[in-house]
């Protein structure tokens, strides 16, 4: 299965640009639709049961909609395959939603202090959606997905992000399945699972090599990194392990690590 429909999050400030542009960037790779989604709540509890001024809210709401749906398309215009969805609800719970019709989810790293009336909430939409979630990186570098690792941990995530990731891993010149040692017995790495995972890899005409890399004095995350700073890769897969608390998803360890921290796109299944 390829990558034939990109479904990501748009709106109309200057924080969608880099999303969209990633999104036109992978879709350009594999000849894919994108589908723009605008979704913003209008929370009620805002204006107190105040049916007017909720109405108001309403309005205003929908105007920042359409804001979001002139920029994408201005953002697109130059694109084929174009579709736009517009809904009122949480944007995570939306995406999620509608990540019924896409092969691939992109988004951008949550910023501090976002609200999530307007921004997705990544946990909720990594554990929800179903379908891969590409990470754009920050600044403006292009994604190219030439060198790839794959950082594997002996998870079911982790073997749903191999088989999610395949579409990426067929168009890789390289491509580097990285588990990190930490050393103690009971968390030891068996070369022999990362050569069964080579091998799968192999059976889909992936060429991977597989590498140990000792966790050293810092994060596992800092040592994934490492790992792709080495093999020159600007594309990290992994999977993307959470917590219920409190009825809502939280990122914990080496996930949240990857989104928050990592330099580079970060394609994350759960």
């Given at each position: 299965m390829g990558i034939r429909s990109i479904l990501v999050h748009a709106d109309a400030g200057p924080g969608s640009n880099r999303r969209i542009a990633l999104a036109i960037e992978v879709a350009a790779q594999f000849g894919a639709t994108i589908t723009g989604l605008g979704a913003e709540a209008c929370d009620a509890s805002l204006v107190a049961g105040d049916a007017m001024l909720l109405e108001t809210l309403r309005e205003r709401t929908e105007v920042e909609l359409s804001a979001a749906e002139a920029h994408f398309r201005s953002l697109t215009a130059s694109r084929p395959n174009i579709g736009w969805i517009r809904d009122q609800g949480y944007p995570d719970k939306m995406l999620a939603l509608h990540a019924r019709g896409a092969d691939l989810i992109v988004t951008s790293r949550p910023q501090r202090g976002d609200s999530p009336i307007y921004v997705p909430k990544l946990p909720e939409l990594l554990m929800r959606a179903g379908a891969p979630v590409l990470v754009a990186a920050e600044g403006s570098a292009a994604f190219s997905g030439r060198n790839v690792v794959v950082a594997w941990k002996d998870t079911r995530e982790s073997r749903r992000a191999v088989t999610?990731?395949?579409?990426?891993?067929?168009?890789?010149?390289?491509?580097?399945?990285?588990?990190?040692?930490?050393?103690?017995?009971?968390?030891?790495?068996?070369?022999?699972?990362?050569?069964?995972i080579a091998q799968k890899l192999a059976r889909h005409d992936v060429s991977a090599c597989v590498e140990i890399a000792p966790?050293?004095?810092?994060?596992?995350?800092?040592?994934?990194?490492?790992?792709?700073?080495?093999?020159?890769?600007?594309?990290?897969?992994?999977?993307?392990?959470?917590?219920?608390?409190?009825?809502?998803?939280?990122?914990?360890?080496?996930?949240?690590?990857?989104?928050?921290?990592?330099?580079?796109?970060?394609?994350?299944?759960?």
């Open positions: 999610d990731a395949l579409p990426f891993l067929k168009r890789a010149q390289k491509v580097v399945i990285v588990a990190i040692d930490g050393g103690e017995a009971s968390s030891s790495v068996q070369s022999n699972d990362l050569v069964e966790k050293g004095a810092g994060t596992v995350t800092e040592s994934i990194e490492d790992a792709a700073g080495r093999h020159g890769a600007d594309l990290i897969v992994a999977g993307a392990y959470g917590r219920a608390r409190l009825e809502e998803w939280w990122l914990g360890g080496v996930t949240e690590d990857l989104v928050m921290s990592s330099s580079k796109f970060v394609l994350l299944s759960h």
